[in-house]
């Protein structure tokens, strides 16, 4: 069974930088979809970013390429989010998540149920 733990969330300043992990335990298939998802109060969770497991692949949503990378650490599991240059529209609670496949900056409903950490905030202040 997989389980996930964010951490190092935050608040910071609008034109500086944090980094999200992602701690990974559990058995995954040889081909999985690593990814970041950021939800706000009231509003839908939003795709971020991912990562294909066994190519380094990864996609980045609009709001966020230029600005956030998200890899995995040396050999290991873990993954983590980099975010530079960050903007108040960046605060949110941000998710990891696995599954089988990714579809676009997200992961694919298909495949299997996802496995989502438990969050983590992030407050980007002006």
């Known amino acids: 069974q997989v389980e996930l733990v964010e951490s190092g969330g935050g608040s910071v300043q609008a034109g500086g930088s944090l980094t999200l992990s992602c701690k990974f335990s559990?058995?995954?298939?040889?081909?999985?979809?690593m990814a970041w998802y950021r939800q706000v109060p009231g509003g839908e969770r939003e795709a971020v970013a991912s990562?294909?497991?066994?190519?380094?692949?990864?996609f980045y949503a609009d709001s966020v390429k230029g600005r956030f990378t998200i890899s995995r650490v040396n050999t290991n599991k873990d993954f983590i989010l980099q975010m530079g240059n960050l903007k108040r529209e960046d605060t949110a609670n941000y998710y990891c998540?696995?599954?089988?496949?990714?579809?676009?900056?997200?992961?694919?409903?298909?495949?299997?149920?996802?496995?989502w950490g438990q969050g983590t905030q992030v407050t980007v202040t002006s």
């Open positions: 998540v696995t599954a089988r496949f990714c579809l676009g900056a997200g992961i694919s409903v298909t495949g299997g149920t996802p496995t």
């Open positions: 559990g058995v995954t298939p040889p081909l999985y979809c």
């Open positions: 990562l294909i497991s066994n190519s380094g692949t990864t």
